[in-house]
């Protein structure tokens, strides 16, 4: 999820909340709390992009996290689930009564992301097919346990320090579950150390740093708390994101999510200038009114004009638009804004009072937007950024091939083309010396003095790769950026400011 990225996955929005809105920060406390008597001291690291629907059954208080080493969270999924998860084999696969809500066993090794046919050569799928677990759980086709959170004790905790004081800096990205994980357990081997197939960004360094993470925690064991009446839920795709907070409604029910969720809604006076409703960047709620009927989509604390369309499939989250928007299906919108564009701030961007949506701003279907603050030498600018919401923006190909790789359905040299965009890539080097690149380093989007401009901005690039018109908007000399150096330079206090901006605006309008 590139929105995610920005600030953090923890931070990201759940559609909760009367007086405001919950974060998955809130979330994850709340879903922790009944094992926390369970654990000794020692660190839990659980994944910021999930969901952990369960419970623990009667009797279950004798079952404790090991006092030394790692314990971890089992769960029943599909093999398709698996495939894109750490999967576990067991020690005695035969010990476990999925009827029993929480177990605890051995683990034997743990699979990173393996096939289906890695899973069964290890011994990692169930024997029956369609099986029933405790409290109503039901697994279609094979079944395996894959992983969600993880737990380790205070012996653990002075191996990793110890290790670091020893060696660091650390020569490398490593993970705390690919790299940690596939070290525990009698069967583990050190053959992933060499396997690039799932890492971001390979650096010289990385192999040698990930051989010294499993010689230092080879062995180690692995206790799984097996929870058989449990549902891991992924929101870390765009895929996923709209599929539970749109379409999923037992998933909704279970968390008591909402569609509607700490929103005003306005009245827009059609055929009235947009400047003088806004009265700079305010216009005044005339009332407020809940999403209507004809918008099925997830929107969460913005403000929008109560004529509004939010496709079912669509998530729009912290926005702010003082004109009508439509959101096509399949369409994430996050931190946009439209307000107001001066005379001078169009023309300064190529763009004519013709052109310049009054009634209605339209955002076509399958696009992700994303307004980003930066810092740009001195001062606070704002980067748009758009992508096709099935894109695989880390999909990489040699340096020398950047003009194909796939965006907004068509290629990056038809961009570079309509848009007269100079692009390059800050892809970093890998540790064979060759620089691999992928969409996430391509320079693609410009900056703009306001929100509302480049929001408008990033629409127009749009429009001129989908009709393929050369004449709609020019990036020629313009400074481009990547969404890899968005990261790097991104202004969190200012991200922030207009975020409570934003909430102050909302609770001002329902008093």
Aim: aromatic letters at 10%; charged letters at 20%; one cysteine or more.
């Amino acid at each position: 999820m590139p929105s995610a990225s920005v600030l953090g996955k923890i931070f990201s929005p759940i559609p909760k909340g009367k007086h405001s809105m919950y974060e998955m920060l809130d979330i994850k406390l709340a879903t922790f709390c009944p094992l926390i008597p369970q654990m000794c001291p020692g660190i839990f690291v659980t994944y910021a992009d999930d969901f952990l629907v369960y419970t623990l059954g009667n009797n279950h208080e004798g079952i404790k996290f090991a006092s030394e080493g790692f314990t971890a969270l089992a769960h029943p999924s599909t093999l398709e689930v698996g495939v894109g998860h750490g999967v576990y084999v067991f020690d005695k696969v035969d010990l476990i009564d999925p009827r029993i809500p929480l177990q605890r066993c051995n683990c034997n090794r743990v699979l990173q992301k393996p096939s289906i046919e890695i899973m069964i050569k290890n011994g990692a799928v169930l024997e029956n097919e369609n099986m029933n677990f405790a409290e109503g759980i039901k697994i279609e086709g094979k079944a395996a346990y894959t992983d969600s959170s993880f737990f380790f004790a205070q012996d653990v905790t002075k191996l990793l320090s110890n290790f670091l004081k020893a060696n660091g800096p650390i020569q490398g990205e490593i993970d705390a579950y690919g790299d940690f994980l596939q070290t525990l357990g009698p069967g583990s081997t050190n053959e992933y150390t060499s396997n690039m197939a799932n890492v971001s960004a390979c650096t010289p360094k990385l192999e040698e740093t990930r051989d010294c993470i499993y010689t230092l925690l080879k062995g180690t064991p692995l206790v799984l708390m097996v929870m058989n009446a449990s549902k891991f839920i992924h929101i870390g795709t765009t895929k996923e994101y709209i599929e539970h907070f749109c379409c999923d409604a037992e998933f909704q029910g279970e968390l008591g999510l909402g569609k509607d969720v700490f929103n005003l809604w306005i009245e827009w006076q059609s055929g009235d200038n947009l400047n003088d409703q806004c009265h700079g960047d305010e216009a005044l709620p005339i009332k407020k009114c809940r999403l209507s009927d004809t918008s099925l989509g997830c929107v969460m604390h913005s403000r929008l004009p109560l004529s509004s369309f939010v496709a079912r499939t669509a998530v729009v989250e912290y926005c702010k638009f003082l004109i009508p928007v439509t959101v096509g299906q399949n369409c994430i919108l996050s931190n946009c804004e439209f307000t107001s564009l001066s005379a001078s701030e169009m023309k300064h961007i190529g763009i004519s009072d013709e052109d310049l949506p009054k009634e209605c701003i339209t955002i076509p279907p399958n696009v992700f937007l994303r307004t980003v603050p930066v810092h740009i030498g001195n001062k606070t600018q704002f980067v748009t950024v758009f992508f096709d919401i099935k894109e695989n923006l880390k999909k990489s190909t040699d340096s020398n091939d950047v003009q194909n790789l796939p965006f907004l359905g068509k290629v990056i040299s038809d961009f570079a083309r309509v848009t007269n965009a100079n692009i390059s890539s800050d892809a970093p080097d890998m540790s064979d010396g060759k620089s691999k690149v992928n969409v996430w380093f391509s320079s693609l989007f410009t900056a703009a003095a306001t929100p509302s401009k480049s929001f408008i901005l990033a629409l127009f690039c749009i429009k001129a790769l989908k009709t393929d018109d050369d004449s709609v908007v020019s990036l020629e000399e313009k400074s481009l950026f990547s969404m890899a150096s968005l990261l790097k330079t991104k202004d969190v206090h200012e991200m922030l400011k207009k975020r409570n901006d934003l909430y102050q605006d909302i609770k001002q309008g329902f008093c």
